[in-house]
């Protein structure tokens, strides 16, 4: 508008932003997978796991209704499934990105693709995150981040 800029001085600011853009993204969810892999899937079998032997362990003192266990049990499962299913969707979707030519195409791509992707692993964690035993869990919750700082 004021003319301050040459239309190449332009378009390499628009580059660079792309660039920032792309990177932010990309930084994110390659955290996003490395914190599912390495600390929210592990607890989260070791919770089922600990869930499951003390089931089979009051069950095996005598008939007793254990339904509210198997019921946590096959919640957790499930999200445990969703979870592993969208971050090896988003893992695939990051390792795509990152053989893309930096740009504008890979900036739509990490918008279009990879933060969807980043949402649809973030909602079975943040179900599990309720469902899984706070001294098993290996972050601080949103309530700690919330109320105890």
Request: charged content about 30%; aromatic content about 8%; hydrophobic content about 40%.
């Amino acid at each position: 508008e004021f003319k301050v800029f040459t239309r190449a001085e332009l378009e390499s600011r628009v580059e660079v932003e792309f660039e920032n853009y792309s990177k932010a993204i990309n930084i994110e969810a390659r955290t996003m997978i490395d914190m599912a892999t390495k600390q929210i899937i592990p607890a989260v079998i070791h919770y089922t796991t600990v869930l499951a032997k003390s089931i089979n362990e009051i069950r095996a003192v005598g008939v007793y209704d254990v339904s509210v266990q198997t019921d946590l049990l096959q919640q957790c499962t499930k999200y445990l499934k969703a979870a592993k299913t969208a971050m090896n969707k988003l893992k695939k979707l990051a390792d795509q990105a990152s053989a893309m030519e930096e740009g504008r195409d890979r900036a739509v791509f990490y918008k279009d693709k990879i933060r969807p992707a980043m949402d649809e692993l973030r909602k079975p964690v943040d179900e599990l995150e309720m469902l899984v035993d706070k001294e098993m869990w290996p972050m601080p919750s949103y309530g700690d981040l919330l109320f105890e700082v």
